[in-house]
Structure formats: structure tokens, C-alpha cells
Antibody
């Protein structure tokens, strides 16, 4: 079944960058894509992007192009997301989600990481 | 500005049932499977339905899903207090090359 464990909460100033990790266990990281999804306060779920841990290929939502990067370290079974040029609107809970074999659902989720952007 | 539209809220008494609709278009629901998630803000979302109508192991059979054309529907019968949460549909949008979620529906029991 597997488990995804994310890094802890972060507080950042506007203009800074944040890097959040998602460590996978109980399955092979390279077997399934991993996505990042966020939820801002009072808002719905928002898809940010995807990585194929096998080859490292990525796909990002247009909204985040240029300041969002997803990487992976297969030796530690960890996926990372980095968001730069942070603004207050980026305050949200960020989730990693393991993509199911049909590529259109998430069958496992991390516990979420709160990122607060405040001066 | 989600491309999948859901009713903002639904409510019913304990033991009753509710249905939640998810309206999309030919580039998303019309071409791809629909999935459904239960979410309590600040906690991990939970997969309820995948491939339109399949339940993961551990999901009760009082949860059901269906798809017709460009719309999906989630059904919950025998409502319990623990069902109070936000519910989201989701699928891939082939035109946007992006995963899209519905606007979300708050279920009140």
C-alpha cells in the first residue's frame, strides 16, 4: 500500500523560496507518478504539477510555470517540490499525492505541509 | 476557477442519502475517468471512488459513483456524522494537460 511522509511546516517571507519533501515507503517510488496539490485557506484543491520518478520527467500547471519545480531522489525514495518568489497567496497546505495506475486518480496522499508566507 | 462544477453544499439527516454532481466537458470528464475524494481541511484527502465507479478496499458499499457523458455523480447512503466533510471530484483535462478538481461540496449531516 505504501506511505507518504512530508516535511514539517514552514514560515517564509515574501520573495523567498520553499522546498517541501515527500518520502515514500512501502512501495517502489519509480513505479508511480507523484503529484503536488495545494489548498489555500477557504479554497478548494488545486493541482500544481507532476513528476515521473522513473525518468524524472515533469509536467506543471500553467499557473505555476517558471517558479515551481518538482524533483526526486530515487536513492532516498523522496520527491521534492520547490516554489519560489513566494507571495502571501501561496500560504496553503501542500500535499503530495501518489498517482494511480490509470493516471487519473490519487491512491495515496501525504499528510500535508503548511507553508505560511508572511512578512 | 475550476473547470469542474459541483454544488457548494448538500445536507441530509442521519441515515438518509445524498448525491453530489460534478459537471465537466468533453476535454475532461468526457474523455477520462472520474475520481472522488473526501477531505477534511488540514488532513490528507481520502480516495472514495476511482475509474468512475470503483471503490478502493476499505471504502463502504454505501459509497457509489457513476458517470454519464460529461458528468459524474457521487452517492452516499446511510449518512453518518463522520461523513461530514468536503467532497471533490477530479480528472485529467486533455486540453489543459492538467489534473482538475471540482469546486468542492460540503456535506452536512
Amino acid at each position: 500500500q505504501g506511505q507518504l511522509v512530508q516535511s514539517g511546516a514552514e514560515v517564509k517571507k515574501p520573495g523567498a523560496s520553499v522546498k517541501v519533501s515527500c518520502k515514500a515507503s512501502g512501495y517502489r517510488l519509480i513505479d508511480q507518478f507523484m503529484d503536488w496539490v495545494r489548498q489555500a485557506p477557504g479554497q478548494g484543491l488545486e493541482w500544481m504539477g507532476r513528476i515521473d520518478p522513473s525518468g524524472g520527467g515533469t509536467s506543471y500547471a500553467q499557473k505555476f510555470q517558471g517558479r515551481f519545480t518538482v524533483t526526486r531522489d530515487t536513492s532516498t525514495s523522496t520527491v521534492y517540490m520547490e516554489l519560489s518568489s513566494l507571495r502571501s497567496e501561496d500560504t496553503a497546505v501542500y500535499y503530495c499525492g501518489r498517482v494511480g495506475h490509470d493516471y487519473v486518480h490519487f491512491d495515496n496522499w501525504g499528510q500535508g505541509t503548511l507553508v505560511t508566507v508572511s512578512s | 476557477q475550476s473547470v469542474l462544477t459541483q454544488p457548494p453544499s448538500v445536507s441530509a439527516a442521519p441515515g438518509q442519502g445524498v448525491t453530489i454532481s460534478c459537471s465537466g466537458s468533453g476535454s475532461n470528464i468526457g474523455q477520462n475517468y472520474v475520481s472522488w475524494y473526501q477531505h477534511v481541511p488540514g488532513t490528507a484527502p481520502k480516495l472514495l471512488i476511482y475509474e468512475n465507479n470503483k471503490r478502493p478496499s476499505g471504502i463502504a458499499d454505501r459509497i457509489s459513483g457513476s458517470k454519464s457523458g460529461t458528468s459524474g455523480t457521487l452517492g452516499i447512503t446511510g449518512l453518518q456524522a463522520g461523513d461530514e466533510a468536503d467532497y471533490y471530484c477530479g480528472t485529467w483535462d486533455s486540453s489543459l494537460s492538467a489534473y482538475v478538481f471540482g469546486t468542492g461540496t460540503k456535506v452536512t449531516v
